[in-house]
Antibody, heavy 118, light 107 residues
Framework: EVQLVESGGGLVQPGGSLRLSCAASGFTFSSYWMSWVRQAPGKGLEWVANIKQDGSEKYYVDSVKGRFTISRDNAKNSLYLQMNSLRAEDTAVYYC???????????WGQGTLVTVSS | VIWMTQSPSLLSASTGDRVTISCRMSQGISSYLAWYQQKPGKAPELLIYAASTLQSGVPSRFSGSGSGTDFTLTISCLQSEDFATYYCQQYYSFPRTFGQGTKVEIK
């Protein structure tokens, strides 16, 4: 059974940093692209970033470029999102998700809430 | 960036109704379109991919159609468990984008 478990969310002040983690199990982690998708309270889904199987390619939505960094550790079956210079508009539930090239986002974690507020 | 226009944003319907949700792309994406269902407090679940292929375990009352720029999700006979929010997503190019969502509520 595919499982994705996020951690690391919490309350952070504007301008602060936070690192999210996602532990994957139930599939061959190193064979899949992985992504982060977020959802602000009461709002729709926003794709944030993804990373290729070997980490050699990464893509970001414009609103987080230069502030967020996606990474992975295939030996630990883990995905990460380093978030710097956080803003109030980054407040959201962040989902870890599995996807592929030419393949949709097919499995999602339960999400972790990030709140940016003073 | 591929922009998506999903409509309607709110759909009021009754159990047993046939409902249709549309998704229009700013440029052609072949059939690289997926549909998701999300219930309050839960992660989205994949319903349909490649515009019309049902994900394993999804009831056959759900169907998808379209290619290029215009796509449709149809629920043929709405059940109580189908009241939720639905999103389309293109996975033709990066960044991947989602439609704004359609909330299907009880009439």
């Amino acid at each position: 059974e595919v499982q994705l478990v996020e951690s690391g969310g919490g309350l952070v002040q504007p301008g602060g940093s936070l690192r999210l983690s996602c532990a994957a199990s139930g599939f061959t982690f190193s064979s899949y692209w992985m992504s982060w998708v977020r959802q602000a309270p009461g709002k729709g889904l926003e794709w944030v970033a993804n990373i290729k199987q070997d980490g050699s390619e990464k893509y970001y939505v414009d609103s987080v470029k230069g502030r967020f960094t996606i990474s992975r550790d295939n030996a630990k079956n883990s995905l990460y999102l380093q978030m710097n210079s956080l803003r109030a508009e980054d407040t959201a539930v962040y989902y870890c998700a599995r996807e592929g090239l030419g393949w949709p986002t097919d499995y999602w974690g339960q999400g972790t809430l990030v709140t940016v507020s003073s | 960036v591929i922009w998506m226009t999903q409509s309607p944003s709110l759909l009021s319907a009754s159990t047993g109704d046939r409902v249709t949700i549309s998704c229009r792309m700013s440029q052609g994406i072949s059939s690289y379109l997926a549909w998701y269902q999300q219930k309050p407090g839960k992660a989205p679940e994949l319903l349909i991919y490649a515009a019309s292929t049902l994900q394993s375990g999804v009831p056959s009352r759900f169907s998808g159609s379209g290619s290029g720029t215009d796509f449709t999700l149809t629920i043929s006979c709405l059940q109580s468990e189908d009241f939720a929010t639905y999103y389309c997503q293109q996975y033709y190019s990066f960044p991947r984008t989602f439609g704004q969502g359609t909330k299907v509520e009880i009439k």
